[in-house]
């Protein structure tokens, strides 16, 4: 049973646009809601996370929507760079002593 | 360099063998982790030690077998070796198991495992 769903797969955005990545979770117990972002040959690193008493936190172009009924939350990328070519990861969990359970990746490809 | 590192980057063997995963944390972390990740890319947790004691064992072939001499070591070994063994396997640490912002995982840069 996949507790986290992320789509897309893959994706492909131009230089400037901007890149969503989206997930929904199913354990109503989950309150930490974490992105991931790994280089390859990298292990995963964490780019930004929010809670759910709060809609949307922004990090510099990075932003996390929640939607606490859907059960979905999303990460903007915006005025994506090349840079930001990498896989990421949605994760989910309860706060305190926990596990992370990941979503299955997306691979952003931002063209030149 | 404060860091999670595992040692081999590569490890490639034959079917039947018999390999180990070293890992090492100087983050101060009191919980490490192993993860395996297939070739989908998928993140899926395998073991989970506290202090040196093993609190979380996913459904995983006991032909693995961690072990955690001090909770900044945390090695993995491998009995029997299958074809379906090969992946990447991520070391991490975290501080006391908590999920936060403040306490986020801190993954190695993996062992790419491949059984021929």
């Known amino acids: 049973q996949q507790q986290v769903k992320q789509s897309p797969q893959s994706l492909i955005v131009q230089k400037g646009g901007i890149s969503i990545i989206n997930c929904a979770y199913e354990n109503t117990a989950f309150d930490y809601f974490p992105w991931y972002q790994q280089f390859p040959g990298k292990g995963p690193a964490l780019l930004i996370a929010i809670r759910p008493d709060v809609s949307e936190k922004k990090e510099g172009r990075f932003t996390i929507s929640f939607n606490k009924s859907a059960k979905q939350f999303s990460l903007h990328i915006m005025d994506s760079q090349p840079g930001d070519s990498a896989t990421y990861f949605c994760a989910a969990s309860k706060s305190g002593y926990s596990t992370l359970t990941f979503g299955k990746g997306t691979m952003l490809l931002v063209s030149p | 360099d404060t860091a999670v590192s595992q040692t081999p980057k590569y490890l490639v063997t034959q079917m039947g063998n018999d390999k180990s995963i070293k890992c090492e944390q100087n983050l101060g972390h009191d919980t490490m982790y192993w993860y395996k990740q297939d070739s989908k890319k998928f993140l899926k947790i395998m073991f989970s030690y506290n202090n040196k004691e093993l609190i979380i064992n996913e459904t995983v072939p006991n032909r693995f077998s961690p072990k955690s001499p001090d909770k900044a070591h945390l090695n993995l070994h491998i009995n029997s070796l299958e074809l379906g063994d090969s992946a990447v396997y991520f070391c991490?640490?975290?501080?006391?198991?908590?999920?936060?912002?403040?306490?986020?995982?801190?993954f190695g840069n993996g062992t790419r495992l491949t059984v021929t």
């Open positions: 991490a640490s975290s501080l006391a198991g908590l999920q936060s912002p403040n306490s986020p995982l801190h």
